[in-house]
């Protein structure tokens, strides 16, 4: 009888055919197949890694959710659970198990053994090739914010904050995390662009991926994101990663913090900008996405989270991750609270606190217009 390691490694080495067949809506991305959730709708949450150390592996952002084809399998097809699952790669792989008189129908103490060692050496060389690779990508994503310009005034870095409202005030200058780099690769576009960079750290100050927004000077606006699917990308393992964008009142990094000082946390970086200019005492971190929230491991002295989020009225996937990330948070012993922008400033609708800030801007100029 086939083992279950040795189907899943077949589901792996066949996942480029494997993986359109169950998620038909997936779009080819290098060497990615992307879709908007398990239930297969487009988009680009979910991403099924088709060759690589990683190759058979998913995970879903958004939902903060992964596994491997087997898992895959059951999620897409509604299946009850992973024996069905089993069932449903057998035939789907042609695996046809026969009996015989003369085979016994179980293997014999010195068979599973053998088998047994043979996984175990796939899989130490599975992780050391996974670790290799990690290793590499963290080295690659040093390397582009060490080559970044740590001065971003005048740059397109700060051309494109102001362009949304954002201040620096009442700093001198913008966070020192974010940095300007004039050439990054954008693999969709094909050419070398500017960016702003941003170092993903650990709690325990670990530089562990980099965070790429491509820019681009539009004729009528001015600088702002790069107009392509994907204007924001993360070079590295980011898992538990996040932003620091302030120190707050204490100036001291994460991994020396006060004992209790409450810590506020967004998805972006310019929404923690925007927190920072309301609360410039806060400590403040941008975690990059909703289920990487949860995934974020705050020191032991952390004992409150506030997480200053989008208003995702209606969007019941981006709820579910919310909510999935404060259950996670809760679980360490963190206290954890919420704050929603208003549905509406000086009459304009706000998604984001970005907005907000944007509105705030738009009121004080018409009001100013109006004593004028």
């Known amino acids: 009888m086939m083992e279950v390691a040795e189907i899943e490694q077949r589901l792996r080495d066949q996942v480029a055919a494997l993986a359109p067949h169950l998620l038909p809506n997936g779009v080819r991305d ?24 990683r190759q058979g592996k998913w995970r879903d952002y958004a939902a903060d959710s992964n596994g491997d084809m087997l898992d895959l399998i059951e999620a897409t097809q509604g299946l009850a659970d992973k024996r069905s699952a089993v069932q449903w790669a057998k035939d789907w792989l042609g695996i046809e198990e026969e009996y015989s008189p003369d085979r016994p129908a179980r293997l014999s103490p010195e068979e599973r053994e053998a088998r047994a060692r043979v996984a175990r050496e796939r899989a130490a060389r599975h992780e050391a090739e996974l670790e290799r690779e990690r290793a590499a990508k963290m080295k690659g994503a040093r ?35 974010l940095r300007y780099h004039p050439e990054v690769f954008c693999k969709e576009a094909r050419v070398k662009v500017p960016a702003m960079v941003a170092a993903i750290y650990l709690a325990d100050g670990t530089h562990v991926a980099t965070h790429r927004t491509f820019l681009a000077n539009h004729p009528e606006k001015g600088w702002g994101k790069m107009d392509v699917t994907q204007p924001k990308k993360v070079l590295g393992p980011m898992g538990g990663g996040f932003i620091p964008i302030s120190k707050g009142s204490s100036g001291k990094p994460m991994s020396q913090m006060v004992e209790g000082e409450p810590v506020y946390m ?21 975690a990059i996405s909703l289920g990487n929230m949860g995934a974020v491991i705050l020191p032991e002295k952390a004992r409150r989270l506030t997480i200053v989020t989008d208003r995702d009225d209606g969007n019941e996937t981006a709820q579910e991750a919310l909510e999935r990330s404060i259950g996670r948070q809760q679980a360490r012993g963190i206290e954890v609270s919420l704050v929603v922008p ?27 217009a109006r004593g004028a």
């Not at 060497?31 to 150390?53: C, D, F, N, P, T």
């Not at 060490?146 to 200058?173: G, I, N, Q, S």
């Open 266 to 286: 967004t998805e972006g970086i310019e929404d923690a900008i925007a927190v920072r200019m309301k609360m410039p005492e806060a400590r403040i971190v941008a």
């Open 30 to 53: 290098g060497h990615y197949l992307k879709v908007g959730s398990i239930e297969g709708e487009r988009g680009q949450s979910l991403v099924v890694e088709l060759s690589g150390a």
């Open 342 to 368: 208003p549905e509406k400033v000086n009459g304009l609708p706000v998604k984001d606190i970005n907005d907000w800030i944007r509105a705030e801007a738009w009121g004080a100029r018409a009001k100013a």
């Open 143 to 177: 390397s582009l914010y060490l080559h970044a310009e740590a001065e971003t005034a005048r740059t397109p870095v700060d051309f494109y904050l102001r362009a949304r409202m954002l201040r620096p005030d009442p700093f001198d200058r913008w966070p020192g995390v």
